[in-house]
């Protein structure tokens, strides 16, 4: 895997936004409105920077995947939190919604452990027409992360499809929460010195 920067950024972006048009919780986050395609890329470009600053965006040598995935300690400057934020609120969000968003986040955010850990925040896959390359690229990457960092990996998930797929790459649910009809799973893959 390669890390996103200013020559793959825009690559990365593309992957992000075909991978998250029917996402869940993607869709409940914006607002509903004839812009939605112009949202989902506002949200996935504050997503693909905010990764970005943490260090922790990468793409497949493929191009075809994006994991977005940092040390969950690492923090944004704070204007440029300001300013991200502002974007997604005119541009993505609407403000007629702050409030029911900053409650969603403050409660999944309670959720999330309090030791160190790799966030998982985000897996894209553009074209699954070659297969399982870039899921089991992306697979090998963010074990020997989690093997060299010796940290666990923390994430949450809004698309139950999803689930028999982390279940499979040894991920378990430790926690699921529903808010105005959106179920969030959260879950957990505890850091493996062998890493199989």
């Not at 504050?46 to 040390?71: N, P, R």
């Not at 926690?175 to 105005?180: I, L, S």
Request: glycine share 4%; aromatic share 12%; hydrophobic share 40%.
């Amino acid at each position: 895997m390669i890390k996103v920067d200013r020559t793959n950024k825009s690559l990365a972006l593309q992957v992000l936004i075909s991978s998250f048009r029917d996402n869940p919780g993607v869709l409940w986050v914006i607002k509903k409105d004839n812009k939605i395609e112009e949202r989902i890329a506002v949200l996935c470009n504050y997503c693909l920077t905010v990764a970005m600053e943490k260090e922790g965006a990468f793409i497949t040598s493929d191009g075809k995947g994006v994991a977005l995935i940092f040390k969950s300690w690492k923090k944004q400057q704070l204007t440029n939190w300001l300013l991200g934020y502002a974007k997604l609120w005119s541009k993505c969000i609407g403000w007629n919604r702050p409030l029911t968003i900053i409650n969603r986040e403050a409660e999944i955010t309670k959720r999330r452990p309090k030791k160190k850990h790799l966030y998982f925040w985000m897996l894209a896959v553009r074209d699954r027409s070659e297969g399982l390359n870039p899921i089991k690229e992306i697979r090998d990457f963010v074990y020997e992360y989690s093997r060299k960092e010796q940290l666990p990996i923390f994430a949450e998930t809004a698309a139950k499809n999803m689930l028999p797929l982390y279940k499979r790459y040894g991920f378990s649910v430790y926690d699921q929460w529903e808010h105005e009809g959106l179920n969030v799973w959260f879950i957990e893959r505890p850091f493996d010195p062998i890493c199989t």
